[in-house]
């Protein structure tokens, strides 16, 4: 039996969410992610509504209501063949098991996730020295309280510290995802 032309486009394309609790470096381990894999990058921060991005401006933080929408279009980005045909990197948060899974659902596709472990004092001194964006640093303990680190039951989850430099989790992301996306291909 051959594959559709359109389902070896969906099989072989990289879909990777870089998620993570604010702060702990999604945008700039996808940035250099998705060039290290000559993939496209979006940050899912901007495919936030306005209403979201004016109430985390606000110091309230989402909820579930919130968020579902948000996690549908993230899903449905890291999906679209068309726009990003060789593959995508999105930096999400996730950081519940079923925001998690709405996306995994949305996307319409395998993905792989990496999820940054940061401790939260180094997160809380990275935000601090951060100027402009919108999560304000009085978010944090919100975060880490919503967070459900990812277990055995997902196996599309790469687990990486961030206790090295950024090209150093970079580097280790990049090498471990090229490895189990040639595996996948030659199955």
């Known amino acids: 039996m051959t594959?559709?032309?359109?389902?070896?486009?969906?099989?072989?394309r990289m879909a990777i969410i870089v998620m993570g609790v604010s702060g702990s470096g999604k945008s700039s381990i996808?940035?250099?992610?998705?060039?290290?894999l000559g993939l496209d990058f979006v940050?899912?921060?901007g495919l936030?509504?306005?209403?979201?991005?004016?109430?985390?401006?606000?110091?309230?933080?989402?909820?579930?209501?919130?968020?579902w929408p948000w996690l549908d279009k993230i899903g449905s980005t890291l999906g679209d063949g068309s726009a990003h045909?060789?593959?995508?990197?999105v930096a999400c948060s996730a950081l519940k098991k079923i925001y998690r899974d709405r996306i995994r659902a949305a996307a319409g596709q395998s993905i792989r996730f990496v999820f940054?472990?940061?401790?939260?004092?180094?997160?809380?001194?990275?935000?601090?020295?951060?100027?402009?964006?919108f999560m304000p640093p009085s978010l944090l303990a919100s975060q880490y309280a919503t967070l459900e680190r990812p277990g055995a039951d997902?196996?599309?989850?790469?687990?990486?510290?961030?206790?090295?430099?950024?090209?150093?989790?970079?580097?280790?992301?990049a090498e471990k995802l090229s490895g189990d996306f040639a595996a996948k291909t030659l199955n």
Do not use: C, F
Not at 85 to 89: A, D, L
Not at 117 to 126: E, H, I, M
């Open 30 to 36: 996808g940035e250099g992610l998705a060039g290290a």
């Open 154 to 173: 997902e196996p599309d989850v790469l687990a990486v510290a961030v206790d090295v430099p950024i090209a150093e989790i970079v580097r280790r992301a």
């Open 85 to 89: 045909p060789v593959g995508i990197v």
């Open 116 to 133: 940054l472990d940061a401790p939260q004092s180094l997160v809380q001194d990275r935000l601090g020295a951060r100027k402009g964006h």
């Open 3 to 12: 594959m559709a032309a359109s389902d070896k486009t969906t099989n072989s």
């Open 43 to 45: 940050d899912g921060d």
């Open 48 to 67: 936030h509504s306005p209403e979201n991005v004016a109430k985390m401006a606000s110091g309230t933080p989402l909820v579930d209501d919130d968020r």
